[in-house]
């Protein structure tokens, strides 16, 4: 028997240059962590790194009992470069150039992430699961979750601390319910990390 999956996906909260959570950023983990306590959370997951893990355990601290678990999976890396003949005659050259700035990409790494994080569970009561993770693994599992291209992971821009939730349930197909949702940050706290021309107030 299948059930329903309620993945609940963040990415970490506002870091400094060593890598660690600014004050800033830890308050946006609590206050995420607040925000989930009216869900029935069945376990948390994160990322090694630093930024990820101690967000991941403020976090945890406002559920208690909660199990967290540490991912490789769920980790900062490039999931998927596309060719130049994938992408938009326009912009192609933009994302192209953006995308490998950065690291080689590692597609069993994110294959792995999406066969631990998507998809109907088994059992009979509804899984409730916090991902804790970086930008690009949430528009790859946004972007799997909507089957669109592989490249459009290079479209999402998520914000620290946000919350986007998506549901997996038998028979149906896999379900947005919110993206990137900052209703739990006050605006001072909403959109670090990007540039000023993404924030929407």
């Known amino acids: 028997m299948l059930t329903t999956r309620y993945l609940f996906l963040t990415r970490h ?6 890598g660690r959570l600014t004050e800033a950023g830890q308050r946006q983990a609590v206050l995420l962590g607040l925000r989930l306590r009216d869900v029935p959370v069945t376990s948390i997951h994160h990322g090694p790194l630093p930024r990820a893990a ?24 490039v999931p998927y470069l ?5 992408l938009p005659e326009t912009s192609g050259d933009l994302l192209l150039a953006f995308a490998r ?3 080689p990409a590692d597609e069993e790494l994110a294959a792995d992430a999406e066969r631990r ?5 088994p059992g ?8 804790v993770t970086h930008n690009f693994l949430v528009g790859w599992l946004v972007r799997a979750a909507q089957d669109a291209p592989p490249w ?13 939730v998506l549901q997996y349930s038998p028979g149906r197909p896999a379900a947005l319910l919110t993206y ?17 021309d993404f924030y929407i107030p």
């Open 13 to 18: 909260g506002e870091a400094g240059p060593n």
């Open 54 to 77: 101690e967000t991941a355990q403020l976090i945890a601290a406002q559920l208690p009992g909660v199990p967290i678990h540490v991912d490789e999976s769920a980790g900062d890396f």
């Open 82 to 86: 596309p060719k130049r003949e994938e």
């Open 101 to 103: 700035q950065f690291p």
């Open 117 to 121: 994080f998507s998809g109907p569970v």
């Open 124 to 131: 009979s009561e509804p899984r409730y699961q916090v991902v």
């Open 152 to 164: 459009r992971w290079l479209t999402f821009s998520h914000a620290n601390a946000g919350l986007t």
């Open 180 to 196: 990137n949702d900052l209703s739990h940050l006050p605006a001072e706290l909403r959109w670090t990390g990007f540039p000023p």
